[in-house]
Each structure stands twice: as structure tokens, then as C-alpha cells.
């Protein structure tokens, strides 16, 4: 991740490179992360105006672009309260089954239950990656 300071122009930019897929078009991706770096810009930076969130997916060579303005600011942070304030109160998460399973710390709870049901299947899929990756 990169940041610059325009001297200039009351503007900043925050470059995040990614990997794996290309989400450059997906009109979702990307928003939140963005806003988030943005908050953070216009706290630490009080001079700055707008935010430049640049997305790079190296693999792809492609990127998007998101702006966010400081006239927004109160906007911005209501949205991240209401989502923090969402995932706070949320007992139940939606699975996602993979390998990965097996790092999880709720992956026998009852916070995630197609883990209990899945377990055979998952633990397949990280014997087979752990058969490609050596």
C-alpha cells in the first residue's frame, strides 16, 4: 500500500495493489476499504480535501478508481458505524466452506454450522491442497 500527499492540491492518494481475481469491474468492490482509508486520510490530514482510492490488481493489470470527498465525512463514518454496529450484533455468520476452515476459530461452534456439516468435504479440500503446494 502506498499513500501520497499532494503539497499542491488538497488531495490524496491511496494506492492498494491486490492479488487474485480481477474486481475491477465489480461495481461493489472495493467501496467500504476505500472509505475506510478515507476516514482515516481526512482525520490525519486535516487539510486534505478529497481521497483517491486506487486499486491495482497486479495480476490483471487493471485497476479502480474510487473517490471520496470530505464534504461526505459525516456520511462516511455513519455508514461505518451502522456496519460496525451491524457485524457487533450478528450471532450467526455466513459460511464460507474451503480449507480454510480448519484456521478458523468458530469452526465447531454453533456460530458456524455448515462447517459441522461439511467437515468430510472440507477436510478433503485441504488434503488436496496441501498434496499440490508440496
Do not use: W
Not at 30 to 40: D, F, K, L, P, S
Not at 83 to 95: D, G, Q
Not at 108 to 125: D, G, L, R
Amino acid at each position: 500500500m502506498k499513500i501520497k500527499i499532494r503539497k499542491k492540491t488538497p488531495e490524496a492518494r491511496i494506492v492498494d495493489y491486490k492479488t487474485g481475481k480481477d474486481k475491477s469491474d465489480d461495481p461493489d468492490f472495493g467501496y467500504e476499504q476505500g472509505m475506510v482509508y478515507a476516514i482515516y486520510l481526512f482525520i490525519k490530514f486535516p487539510k486534505v480535501m478529497s481521497v483517491k482510492a486506487v486499486f491495482i490488481f497486479i495480476e490483471h493489470s487493471t485497476k479502480k478508481e474510487i473517490f471520496y470527498n470530505r464534504g461526505d465525512f459525516a456520511e462516511y463514518i455513519r455508514k461505518l458505524y451502522d456496519k460496525t454496529k451491524k457485524i457487533e450484533n450478528t450471532e450467526i455468520f455466513k459460511e464460507n466452506v474451503s480449507a480454510l476452515c480448519l484456521f478458523c476459530d468458530y469452526h465447531n461452534t454453533a456460530f458456524c454450522t455448515s462447517y459441522i456439516e461439511n467437515e468430510e468435504k472440507s477436510n478433503n479440500i485441504m488434503k488436496s491442497k496441501i498434496s499440490l503446494d508440496f
